[in-house]
Structures are given as C-alpha cells and as structure tokens.
C-alpha cells in the first residue's frame, strides 16, 4: 500500500497532508514556536509528522515545498524569514526523519505554479503567492521555468521600486519587501497612525472601505502587478494566479492586481487574465503532495501539438 506525504514548509507555519492508498486525506497545520531556533523548529515537525502519520501505511515518498534558499547539495543557503534555519543539511535531516522514504524538496513558489496550472488545465502560467514572503513560479508550455540545475523562480525578489524600501535579501525595492504580509501590515500601521494592525484588522478595515487599509493593500497590489507585468513582457503568459494565505485573507485582492495590470497595459501587450488561486492557500502543498508523487511531469495538461 502506498502512503504519500507533502509538507510546505513556511514562514510562520507548516502544513502536512498525507494521502495514503485505502485511507481518506489526512491534513494538519503546526505553528513555529515563537523565538525558538532551528532545532525547536525540526522537533515540533517531526511530531506532527508522526502524529499525521500514525496509524497510516508505511510512507513510500515524501515532497517538501520550502522557501529558503537550497543549494545542490540539499543545504540551506538563506532563508531570511527563519534566519536561525541557515546552514542546515535539509536533505541529511530529512533522510533521518524519514529513513525508507523516498524524500524530494523544490521551491514553493514553483511547486504551487505546477499544481495551480495542472488544476486549472493551463500550460503557460505565472503563480504569485502572497504570505509571510512573496513566493513565485512560472509553467510555461507545460514545464516549470528555469528548469532543473537552474534555481528556483525567485519572483519574490523582482526590484519593482528603486527607492523602495528594504528587502531582508539586503537590496532594496523588491517585490516582496512591498506586497508580503508583514510589509504591507506595516505600512497599514503607519497609515492609521495607532500602534501595530493583526492580518484580522486590516482585513476587517479593507471590506469596511477605510482608507488607510485601502492604501496599504494597494501599494502590494500594485507591486505584484508590476512583476506580473515584468514577467509578461519577457514570456507572456496567458494567465497570472495570485494565491498564498495573505492574498487569500484580503477579498478582491486579485482582482485590484488586474486592475493594476490593466492600467499598465500598452500596444499589443494587454497582459495576462489575473485568477485568484483555485487551491487557495493551499497551492504549495498540494505541489508537495504532487512531488512525493513523482507526477510533476504528469500533473501537466497533455501536449496539444
Ligand atoms: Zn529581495
């Protein structure tokens, strides 16, 4: 009987799903412990992998979905949102923590375009995942760009604003140092002017209309338009999706994005149909469930020529 583990790994949190031959889904999200480092991290995964696990088969592969930055050799090179996470052998851990398993990870960005791509029956699609960082990744023709021994879509780290403020990656301007959650919460709080806004405030205050949330979405709206539009002009994908768990909690989000790549269009290039992410904030994990498949090849709608 075979069992099936995807884990996406993010900022603040993790979720599991396990899909096992005979037995019904099984999903669960854990939260990081605040101000622990790496090692409290890894116990409190490996406990909910043994919880979701337990009573289960035996698990024949596992794909996880992660956000740093993970070199050839299965290190992690940088991941400013968990710091402490830097220098870990994520491949050696893993291989620990699931001893007869086969084990794969890749980006999240480019794990959730695959899967959003293949639900949607596209083959030319540029994801946008707006949570904790901003995550991206591009299918075009059918296949994840840049391809294998490549990198990752590092979409998250398009400059959109030269002057823009400062990104953890130590430029200045991307993408994600405008739209991510915790950037645009700041912004929303210097917009009201009074102590910090929670994600629920500011979502409350966006369906309410108030002006200072409606500046500070905005602002991320417009960012990930621009990098919409940037990487239209290099590939011109047909459809651009915006998921992840913050883009998801703001209602309209997506479509204030394609306002935004509307606005900008120009001659011959209207740019891409902006769609809010079918799998919602789910699009990486359902990826990961797809890499511990092995089906990414497969998940691709079929070659029309
Ligand atoms: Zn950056």
Do not use: N
């Not at 069992?3 to 799903?17: M, P």
């Not at 337990?54 to 740093?68: E, F, N």
């Not at 990870?105 to 596209?122: K, Q, S, T």
Request: proline share 6%.
């Amino acid at each position: 009987m075979a069992a099936y583990l995807g884990v996406d790994v993010g900022g603040t949190k993790t979720a599991l799903r396990l899909e096992a031959d005979g037995h019904a889904a099984v999903e669960s999200v854990v939260r990081w412990p605040v101000g622990g480092g790496v090692r409290h991290d890894l116990g409190v995964l490996a406990r909910a992998v043994r919880e979701v696990c337990a009573g289960r088969p035996v698990l024949t592969a596992v794909g996880v979905a992660m956000p740093a930055t993970v070199d050839g050799a299965g290190r992690v090179v940088g991941w400013p949102g968990r710091p402490s996470w830097t220098g870990l052998d994520l491949g050696a851990y893993l291989r620990e923590l699931f001893p007869t398993a086969r084990v794969s990870w890749a980006d999240d960005g480019d794990l959730a375009a695959v899967a959003e791509a293949a639900v949607a029956g596209r083959r030319d699609v540029v994801y946008v995942g707006v949570g904790t960082g901003v995550g991206g990744g591009i299918v075009l023709d059918g296949r994840p760009l840049p391809g294998p021994g490549r990198g990752s879509c590092e979409l998250g780290h398009m400059v959109v604003d030269r002057a823009g403020p400062a990104c953890d990656c130590g430029r200045r301007g991307c993408v994600q140092a405008v739209a991510s959650g915790p950037a645009t919460l700041r912004r929303a709080a210097r917009g009201r002017g009074v102590g910090e806004v929670s994600a629920a405030e500011l979502r409350q205050a966006w369906l309410d209309g108030a002006q200072w949330a409606r500046a500070a979405v905005r602002d991320s709206a417009d960012a990930v338009a621009l990098a919409v539009v940037g990487v239209a002009e290099l590939l011109g994908p047909d459809v651009a999706v915006v998921g992840g768990g913050f883009a998801v909690g703001l209602p309209g989000y997506a479509a204030v994005v394609a306002e935004h790549i509307r606005a900008s269009a120009r001659p011959g290039r209207p740019g891409p149909a902006v769609r809010e992410a079918v799998l919602g904030p789910l699009s990486s994990l359902s990826g990961a469930v797809l890499l511990a498949r092995d089906q990414l090849a497969e998940a691709q709608p079929a070659d029309s020529d």
